[in-house]
Nanobody, 123 residues
Framework: QVQLVESGGGLVQPGGSLRLSCEAS????????MGWYRQSPGKERELVAV???????NYADSVKGRFTISRANAKNTVYLLMNSLKPEDTAIYYC?????????????????WGQGTQVTVSS
């Protein structure tokens, strides 16, 4: 079984910073792309940032220049450093990973999600 466990959410004032972490645990071969998504009430889940195993990152326009995604492959962990936070960043943030596992006949990539962590930006 594979699990993604997020941490680091909380309440922060506008202009503040938070760092989210997400660690994958369980039995698997390797982790391909890892990313962060968010969902606020009444809105669809949206991509925030994604990073390949080799470290190539891509960001939503709304967070470019403020958020930084990184990963530690040896720790099976992805991070999201969020600076200059705005009230509109308030959402539940979800970790996502494409994880390679052995299936019956061959290795196959499976998509996993964390349980989500609340980020609230408010004065």
């Amino acid at each position: 079984q594979v699990q993604l466990v997020e941490s680091g959410g909380g309440l922060v004032q506008p202009g503040g910073s938070l760092r989210l972490s997400c660690e994958a645990s369980g039995t698997f071969i390797s982790i391909n792309a890892m990313g962060w998504y968010r969902q606020s009430p009444g809105k669809e889940r949206e991509l925030v940032a994604v990073i390949t195993r080799g470290g190539y990152a891509n960001y939503a326009d709304s967070v470019k220049g403020r958020f930084t995604i990184s990963r530690a492959n040896a720790k099976n962990t992805v991070y999201l450093l969020m600076n200059s936070l705005k009230p509109e960043d308030t959402a539940i943030y979800y970790c996502n990973a494409g994880i390679l596992r052995w299936s019956t006949l061959a290795a196959k990539e499976y998509d996993y999600w964390g349980q989500g962590t609340q980020v609230t930006v408010s004065s």
